[in-house]
């Protein structure tokens, strides 16, 4: 489900803009990581010279909220709008003068079923004759590595081809 959306250049391309059935749609995870910068550099090579967009996602992964009080509940939402803003103006600075075909957006969720969400809305949005691939960061944590990670889970749930970017 969709928290907010944040519009970077402009709304996303029409069909008209994206052209037939070589289009590119990229859809990359995004948590502020060195491993999520990566990888929205990647997916900035990979729609280079190509017909494309790039839908960068952020999901706000709130903690089960069983036993948290009302106060409690909107401090954590708060951090996410905090983040989502920050984000959002580093991202901005980053693609400013690289590319200008992207979106910012946030969604609220299990990161690995939002991503593929998104992914799945972009095929509604533009058509089957899209390609459409997620491209993400490596697990930052150690112990997602043993427990399982977002790449780990997108790998084995996806519809879409995945990039994992070290």
């Known amino acids: 489900m969709d928290a907010s959306e944040t519009e970077a250049r402009s709304p996303s391309p029409g069909r008209s803009e994206l052209g037939g059935d070589d289009r590119l749609l990229v859809v990359v995870g995004f948590d502020g990581s060195e491993p999520s910068y990566r990888a929205l550099d990647a997916a900035t090579r990979l729609i280079a010279n190509r017909v494309g967009f790039i839908e960068i996602v952020y999901v706000a992964h709130p903690p089960v909220a ?61 058509g089957g004759g899209a390609t459409v691939v997620i491209v993400v960061g490596s697990a930052v944590q150690t112990y997602h590595h043993v427990v399982g990670s977002v790449p780990v889970a997108l790998v084995r749930h996806a519809r879409y081809p995945v990039v994992v970017v070290p």
Do not use: C, K, N, P
Not at 68 to 74: K, T, W
Not at 84 to 103: K, L, N, V
């Open 66 to 126: 069983a036993g948290m009080s009302a106060d409690a509940q909107v401090e954590i939402r708060s951090g996410f709008d905090a983040a989502e803003s920050e984000f959002a103006e580093a991202i901005g600075t980053r693609m400013d003068g690289h590319e200008q075909r992207w979106r910012f957006r946030r969604r609220d969720g299990v990161i690995a079923h939002e991503l593929l969400a998104a992914a799945d809305e972009l095929i509604d949005d533009y």
